[in-house]
């Protein structure tokens, strides 16, 4: 069974960086489309970023130019650079198996870690 543990959240200024890391257990390879999540109060969640094998990354037009996900064996990170009060939320980690072409929406991944929450003041 694999399993998603979060971690590198916390509190930043606008204009700082955080690297956000997702350790998974249990057997996890290419095959699986893995993807970081937000959720801000009020606000339903929200894809940021993408990572599959053989699929170029992907990431929502809001993180563009400041995010960059990666992965390495089965783990998956998301640096983030010059961070807005609006990327406020609690960050989740997420995998499926299959390509991440067809998985787009929170719904479709079954495979979740706990979140971890990032909070970026003026």
């Known amino acids: 069974q694999v399993q998603l543990v979060e971690s590198g959240g916390g509190s930043v200024q606008e204009g700082g960086s955080l690297r956000l890391s997702c350790a998974a257990s249990g057997y996890i390879n290419r095959g699986y489309c893995m993807a970081w999540f937000r959720q801000a109060p009020g606000n339903e969640r929200e894809v940021v970023a993408k990572?599959?094998?053989?699929?170029a990354a992907r990431y929502a037009d809001a993180v563009k130019g400041r995010f960059t996900i990666s992965r390495d064996s089965a783990n998956l990170y998301l640096e983030m650079n010059g961070l807005k009060r609006e990327d406020t939320a609690m960050y989740y980690c997420?995998?499926?198996?299959?390509?991440?072409?067809?998985?787009?929406?929170?719904?479709?991944?079954?495979?979740w870690g706990q979140g971890t929450q990032v909070t970026v003041s003026s």
């Open positions: 997420a995998a499926e198996l299959g390509y991440c072409a067809n998985v787009r929406t929170a719904g479709e991944f079954r495979i």
């Open positions: 990572s599959g094998g053989g699929y």
